[in-house]
Antibody
């Protein structure tokens, strides 16, 4: 059974860059595709970025200029970088598996990393 | 970007009732719509994919219908564990988008 675990700072200052990592256990990261999704305080969900096991990426148009997703197959993990953080980026950040084999949806999620942007 | 709207925002029901949740897309998404359940303090859980298929381990009381722009999630014989927040999500076009959610709470 695959498990995902986010790690990263809980507090980021405005204008700084957020770096989050999602460690995948129970399966090889090369078997699926991976994504980051965030949930703002009003409970809205927003898809941020996607990366395939071959490194193909796709980004939300609204965040594309600030975001980078990457995969580290040797450590079975993938990462998110979001630059120029503002208060509006305060959210719970989830890493999730995109099931490219069966459902074609986000079928496994991490527990979420709470990120607050504040000076 | 495809915008999803959900109605109602909140549904107040009793255990044993049937919940009917609606999701409408701003343009056709064909059958490419899924439903998720989220409980407080937890990540969303995939319930239904491609409008009608239950994800692994999802009880049969959850069912999905619809196509094009109008979709419905039905929860029959509500159990205590079903009171939660429900989201729809389309995979018809990037960026994948979510609806704002419907809360099913206890009346």
């Amino acid at each position: 059974h695959v498990q995902l675990q986010e790690s990263g700072p809980g507090l980021v200052k405005p204008s700084e860059t957020l770096s989050l990592t999602c460690r995948v256990s129970g399966d090889s990261i090369t078997n699926y595709h991976w994504t980051w999704i965030r949930q703002t305080p009003d409970k809205r969900l927003e898809w941020i970025a996607y990366i395939s096991h071959t490194g193909l990426t796709n980004y939300s148009p609204s965040l594309k200029s600030r975001v980078t997703i990457s995969v580290d197959t040797s450590n079975n993990q993938f990462s998110l970088r979001l630059a120029s953080m503002t208060v509006a980026d305060t959210a719970v950040y989830y890493c999730a598996r995109y099931d490219s084999v069966t459902t074609l949806y986000f079928d496994q999620w991490g527990q979420g990393a709470v990120v607050t942007v504040s000076a | 970007e495809i915008v999803l709207t959900q109605s109602p925002a909140t549904l107040s029901l009793s255990p044993g009732d049937t919940a009917t949740l609606s999701c409408r897309a701003s343009q056709t998404v064909s059958y490419k719509l899924g439903w998720y359940q989220q409980k407080p303090g937890q990540a969303p859980r995939l319930l239904i994919y491609d409008a009608v298929y239950r994800a692994s381990g999802v009880p049969a009381r959850f069912s999905g219908t619809g196509s094009a722009t109008d979709f419905t999630l039905t929860i029959s014989n509500l159990e205590a564990e079903d009171f939660a927040l429900y989201f729809c999500q389309q995979r018809s076009d990037w960026p994948f988008t979510f609806g704002p959610g419907t809360t099913v709470d206890i009346k």
